[in-house]
Each structure stands twice: as structure tokens, then as C-alpha cells.
């Protein structure tokens, strides 16, 4: 699950100026990344059967990290655009590629968490904002 969204990730930002990174990237050479970081999951028993299903929950965690130089006085700006990037995200598993290639049953933006601001020791700088999201997907394994 995590190498699909990665690779929507990176077909899906491929014109923009949007890193998007297996893990932290080392070079810091661009103002947005897109880093996926965590992966978690849980199995319960799934449906009575010879099969013996049982049910996967797939957590996936990513950080969508933007900056912009200039912005000393409004973190609104990168967070929009933070949040623009999350939604794009979003709307393409939810409407164009629903079972990530057929990987899983389904896969939705779960949660959404940020700051809200910029650190203090980065706003000489510009302001940054990190939307951390988790996307939760659902498999079902019989065999």
C-alpha cells in the first residue's frame, strides 16, 4: 500500500516543483516535499468460511512539508498550499485509483493533523507548514 501511494504521489506532483520521498529526503534543494514515513497494520478474523479470511487495516503516514521564503507575515499562504496538495492527494485515491491498483478494497484520507504555524526559529526565513496525514486502507486476505 505504501509503494502505491508513493507512486500516485509521484505521477500525481510529477509537474510541480513537489519532491516526494521514500523516508526523510537527505538533499533539502526544494521548498515542498511530500515524505512517506509510517506504516501500520492490524488483522482481525474476517468472514466465517473454508477460507479462513481474515481482515487487514493498512495505516499509512505521510508528512506534506512546504515552505515559502518571503512569507514573513501570513502562515495562511503554505499552509493553502499544504493542504491544496493533500486534497489533490486525496481526491485521486478516493475518485480516480479507489483500490490502488487492486492492492486493496479501498483506501481514504483518515486524518489530518498540523501545527498551524511556523516554528519560531524558522521565520526569519519564511514560513512552513507540515500536514501530517494518515490514509487508511482495507484489505481483505483469503488465502
Known amino acids: 500500500?505504501?509503494?502505491?501511494?508513493?507512486?500516485?504521489?509521484?505521477t500525481l506532483?510529477?509537474?510541480?516543483?513537489?519532491?516526494?520521498?521514500?523516508?526523510f529526503p537527505i538533499a533539502r534543494d526544494f521548498d515542498d516535499y511530500v515524505v512517506?514515513?509510517?506504516m501500520r497494520t492490524e488483522q482481525e478474523p474476517g468472514?466465517?468460511?473454508?477460507?479462513?479470511?481474515?481482515?487487514?487495516?493498512v495505516f499509512i503516514t505521510a508528512s506534506f512539508d512546504f515552505f515559502r521564503a518571503g512569507e514573513a507575515d501570513d502562515d495562511r499562504v503554505v499552509t493553502d498550499a499544504a493542504v491544496d496538495a493533500v486534497r489533490r492527494l486525496e481526491?485521486?485515491?478516493?475518485?480516480?485509483?479507489?483500490?490502488?491498483?487492486?492492492l486493496c478494497e479501498w483506501c481514504f484520507l483518515e486524518s489530518i493533523d498540523?501545527?498551524?504555524f511556523t516554528d519560531m526559529g524558522m521565520?526569519?526565513?519564511?514560513?512552513?507548514?507540515?500536514?501530517?496525514v494518515v490514509?487508511?486502507?482495507?484489505?481483505?486476505?483469503?488465502?
Open 1 to 10: 500500500m505504501k509503494n502505491a501511494l508513493y507512486d500516485a504521489a509521484s
Open 13 to 23: 506532483f510529477a509537474a510541480d516543483d513537489v519532491v516526494v520521498s521514500w523516508g
Open 135 to 143: 490514509f487508511h486502507a482495507f484489505v481483505r486476505i483469503t488465502s
Open 36 to 38: 512517506f514515513t509510517g
Open 91 to 102: 481526491e485521486y485515491v478516493r475518485v480516480t485509483d479507489t483500490t490502488l491498483g487492486g
Open 114 to 116: 498540523s501545527e498551524g
Open 47 to 57: 468472514p466465517m468460511g473454508a477460507r479462513r479470511a481474515r481482515n487487514e487495516n
Open 123 to 132: 521565520l526569519a526565513r519564511g514560513r512552513q507548514a507540515v500536514v501530517e
